[in-house]
């Protein structure tokens, strides 16, 4: 699943490819929200972690997972 996070102040955008669902993604940036000073933190699909301050949140974009075509199905 792609994540997209927008941090204020930041041109670029964070993408993170994690294994987490949509819901679960949701559910830890309400608990990060919810706690004072609190943090955003994800880990992605290699491992590594993301930490924002979610007074720097300017918005999280989740994906959906996508089923990509394999192979040369195209069609002429």
Same mark, same amino acid.
């Given at each position: 699943?792609?994540? &997209?996070?927008?941090? +204020?102040?930041?041109? +670029?955008?964070?993408v993170?490819e994690?294994? *987490?669902?949509? @819901?679960?993604? @949701?559910?830890?940036? +309400?608990?990060? *929200? ?5 943090? $955003?933190? *994800?880990?992605?699909? &290699? #491992? +590594?972690?993301?930490i ?8 999280? @974009? ?9 192979? $040369? #199905? #195209?069609? *002429?």
């Amino acid at each position: 699943m792609e994540i &997209k996070i927008g941090v +204020r102040s930041v041109h +670029r955008e964070l993408v993170v490819e994690t294994d *987490l669902t949509a @819901e679960q993604v @949701e559910e830890e940036i +309400r608990n990060a *929200l919810a706690a004072d000073r609190g943090v $955003f933190a *994800l880990t992605d699909t &290699k #491992g +590594r972690r993301v930490i924002v301050p979610t007074a720097s949140l300017g918005f999280v @974009e989740i994906g959906e997972d996508e089923t990509r075509p394999v192979g $040369f #199905g #195209g069609t *002429l």
